[in-house]
T-cell receptor, first 114, second 113 residues
Framework: DVKVTQSSRYLVKRTGEKVFLECVQD?????MFWYRQDPGLGLRLIYF???????EKGDIPEGYSVSREKKERFSLILESASTNQTSMYLC?????????????FGPGTRLTVL | AQSVAQPEDQVNVAEGNPLTVKCTYSVSGNPYLFWYVQYPNRGLQFLLK??????LVKGSYGFEAEFNKSQTSFHLKKPSALVSDSALYFC???????????FGKGTMLLVSP
């Protein structure tokens, strides 16, 4: 079974702090994604990556950056956390972008910014 | 552009009754369509997908979905609901010319005993 793990289930940070959210997948997937989930808004794509050291902006990249130094690891970085970044963050991975492969999700990190 | 709509925020059904969770989509080409389920404080779990072929797709936990190209719909169904089916359900679409999924806003399914 594919396993996608996220470094924290719950995180509380203060405004202005730099925040790192880590995601690791164990199935040698090419693609990795970061979403945020907010009530009534569904899932919105922040950033994604098709390969090591490669990244693409999603629908809402402002205030975020990412890093993919190794194929299995995809990090989301909040350079200076703000209260409007309080949300559930979900990481996902998939095998290939050129076919109908489903995405596999991690358990999520619920981030609260005070 | 690609988009997906889940017209119901919440669906209520009694245990043992059939359930339907609605999804309509818009793409410029041919779609890949997906259903996911999310239990409280958990990530999303894949239920089923339509890629090509038979319009009726069967998935996990007794769920199925029917791809209807003329109505651009991909409704999720189950013949007999269980209380344990209560969860948040997401429909997602990817146009074959696109690289990423677009998710609907989700439908909360509540199954009463």
């Amino acid at each position: 079974d594919v396993k996608v793990t996220q470094s924290s289930r719950y995180l509380v940070k203060r405004t202005g702090e730099k925040v790192f959210l880590e995601c690791v997948q164990d199935m040698d997937h090419e693609n990795m994604f970061w979403y945020r989930q907010d009530p009534g808004l569904g899932l919105r794509l922040i950033y994604f990556s098709y390969d090591v050291k490669m990244k693409e902006k999603g629908d809402i990249p402002e205030g975020y950056s990412v890093s993919r130094e190794k194929k299995e690891r995809f990090s989301l970085i909040l350079e200076s956390a703000s209260t409007n970044q309080t949300s559930m963050y979900l990481c996902a991975s998939s095998f290939s972008r050129t076919s109908g492969n489903e995405q596999f999700f991690g358990p999520g990190t619920r981030l609260t910014v005070l | 552009a690609q988009s997906v709509a889940q017209p119901e925020d919440q669906v209520n059904v009694a245990e043992g009754n059939p359930l339907t969770v609605k999804c309509t989509y818009s793409v410029s080409g041919n779609p890949y369509l997906f259903w996911y389920v999310q239990y409280p404080n958990r990530g999303l779990q894949f239920l089923l997908k339509y890629i090509t072929g038979d319009n009726l797709v069967k998935g996990s936990y007794g769920f199925e979905a029917e791809f209807n190209k003329s109505q651009t719909s991909f409704h999720l169904k189950k013949p007999s609901a269980l209380v344990s089916d209560s969860a948040l359900y997401f429909c997602a679409v990817r146009d074959r010319g696109y690289s990423t999924l677009t998710f609907g806003k989700g439908t909360m399914l509540l199954v009463s005993p």
